[in-house]
């Protein structure tokens, strides 16, 4: 129901089908010309066809955005298990700032990105950043919308550290 909400949303009339958005077309058309494969759990739990073409829009698919979420959930996951079991830390931030109800999606992301840039520059930042022996860093933008304040942009920042990077093992 969802993707077919996004599809009716995204839809322009009167556009050439090639020029339509490619979630338009998510799941309405086959690859091949031959039998479309059918793949069934054997418990009859689950079942999915395969040479069906998808879209792969994180943003406007319900389904594709599920589908590439779950799998980079498993790749980070495992970064993750692998960092920690070397001994290693993890460190989750998130930023965001002040936003008010009315204020547009476009409108708030243009100072939200530049204040994130600003800060990731200053010394201060790249100096914390070299003392806790940052190895790399994994980003995940996230808006969100609320009744009583609008639109919220967010970033997630995980952090890859080596031990001890902000005195949290001493006493």
Not at 58 to 72: F, L, Q, S, T, Y
């Amino acid at each position: 129901a969802l993707l077919r909400t996004a599809q009716s949303i995204l839809y322009q009339g009167g556009t050439a089908p090639k020029e339509q958005h490619r979630t338009v077309w998510c799941h309405r058309h086959v690859v091949t010309e031959d039998a479309i494969p059918l793949f069934r759990k054997l418990d009859g739990s689950r079942a999915r066809m395969a040479k069906v073409k998808t879209c792969g829009s994180v943003w406007a698919c319900p389904v594709c955005a599920a589908k590439v979420a779950e799998v980079r959930r498993q790749e980070l996951s495992h970064a993750m298990v692998q960092h920690v079991a070397a001994g290693g830390h993890a460190y989750l931030l998130t930023f965001t700032f002040p936003h008010y109800k009315g204020q547009g999606l476009a409108e708030l992301m243009e100072p939200f990105t530049k204040a994130r840039q600003s800060f990731q520059n200053c010394r201060a930042w790249k100096a914390v950043m070299e003392r806790a022996g940052k190895i790399g860093v994994v980003n995940s933008l996230e808006v969100t919308y609320g009744g009583a304040n609008g639109w919220h942009p967010h970033l997630h920042m995980l952090v890859f550290c080596q031990p001890g990077a902000f005195g949290e093992d001493e006493p």
